[in-house]
DNA sequence: CGCCAGGTAACCC
DNA sequence: GGGTTACATGGC
């Protein structure tokens, strides 16, 4: 399949305001992230693309120095003086440079099981350049499969659904839109994209996210329940979405990949009750239990990433790899 | 073949 | 309410 050529139409400055140290590599590269296709990254370059509605966008990011991300822009269609606010917000929300970690970290020193993380991921923050609705897809593709069963649903869903695209010298998939997606069928989801019974709950998120953008769901307070309120939403998939796309630093979304590394590294066990550890970490590190198991989390794969960082000279073989997977 | 995987809804008492 | 169980699919 041929990708969509994106022109490039402006050049971000982005300085971070937040309190603390900023780890440009361990923030936008996360090693325990399986490959979807949205991203690739570097040693010194991260690619990523997003959708502002209609508008498919690729950035090129990379550190001028700890306190400034560069962000080149490419689109299709026409670039409108509005969206350079809009892209440069999403960026800034969607890597936390205005977020403080300075509290965290202070919390974090005094716990013997954090020096280690925190000595290697020093000023990362969490990362989520999805929406609501994209992370909710993304948490429904994790829910009771391995990770490779996952990959395979998400190539197939952006494959079928989503956009190709080429820009800064890069192949990457662009997500759908709810609205797009509402109009994909169950028949469609089960037998083209191979999503077993999900192919069920999948078009619930698309119409619910098709009518609800995420400016109308600000009310952070009942937000949870809310998206409960979505079939195939309970609570590891909302919890997943108060964290990382609301980015509420002290939710944790448990499920049985880390509770086993959490159970180990907090409590010395092999396992452990979701409810004994939710209260452990509080205790722990109030109002930040999400960022803790952020850092125990990506330490544990830090040594042999999911989806490790790409030589540079290896971007001609990426390139290809997406251009020529199955439709 | 049976079990299980980075859960959830529907049913049971 | 809290404790089961089916749910699709693919890899081992």
Not at 132 to 152: C, D, G, K, M, P
Not at 311 to 316: H, K, P
Request: aromatic share 8%; proline share 5%.
């Amino acid at each position: 399949m041929k990708p969509r050529h994106l022109n490039h139409t402006d050049t971000l400055q982005l300085p971070v305001t937040g309190k603390g140290p900023f780890s440009f590599r361990h923030t936008l590269w996360k090693p325990s992230h399986f490959g979807t296709g949205l991203e690739v990254h570097t040693a010194t370059h991260s690619w990523r693309t997003f959708r502002l509605d209609h508008l498919v966008v690729g950035v090129r990011m990379s550190a001028e120095n700890d306190r400034l991300l560069v962000a080149d822009v490419f689109t299709d269609g026409h670039y409108e003086p509005e969206h350079r606010e809009r892209i440069a917000q999403r960026l800034i929300t969607s890597y936390g440079l205005d977020e403080d970690l300075d509290e965290f970290t202070e919390l974090a020193s005094q716990v013997p099981a954090m020096q280690e993380p925190l000595d290697t991921l020093a000023g990362m923050r969490q990362s989520c350049p999805e929406d609501h609705f994209e992370i909710a897809v993304i948490s429904l593709l994790l829910q009771n499969v391995t990770i490779s069963r996952t990959t395979q649903m998400t190539r197939n869903l952006l494959t079928h659904h989503g956009k190709l695209v080429h820009f800064a010298g890069v192949t990457l998939r662009a997500w759908f839109t709810a609205a797009e997606l509402a109009g994909v069928t169950p028949e469609t989801l089960k037998e083209q994209d191979r999503l077993g019974y999900r192919a069920r709950t999948l078009p619930h998120f698309a119409a619910f996210f098709r009518d609800h953008t995420t400016q109308d769901l600000a009310d952070e307070e009942t937000l949870v329940d809310r998206f409960q309120q979505i079939k195939g939403v309970g609570p590891y998939t909302a919890a997943v979405m108060a964290s990382h796309s609301s980015r509420n630093p002290s939710v944790v979304g448990l499920d049985v990949w880390n509770r086993k590394i959490l159970a180990r590294r907090l409590l010395g066990a092999e396992d452990a009750a979701p409810e004994d550890l939710q209260r452990h970490m509080k205790e722990l590190f109030p109002g930040h239990a999400g960022t803790a198991a952020l850092y125990l989390v990506e330490h544990e794969f830090i040594r042999s990433p999911v989806a490790p960082l790409l030589a540079a000279d290896a971007l001609d073989v990426w390139n290809q790899t997406l251009e020529t997977s199955a439709a």
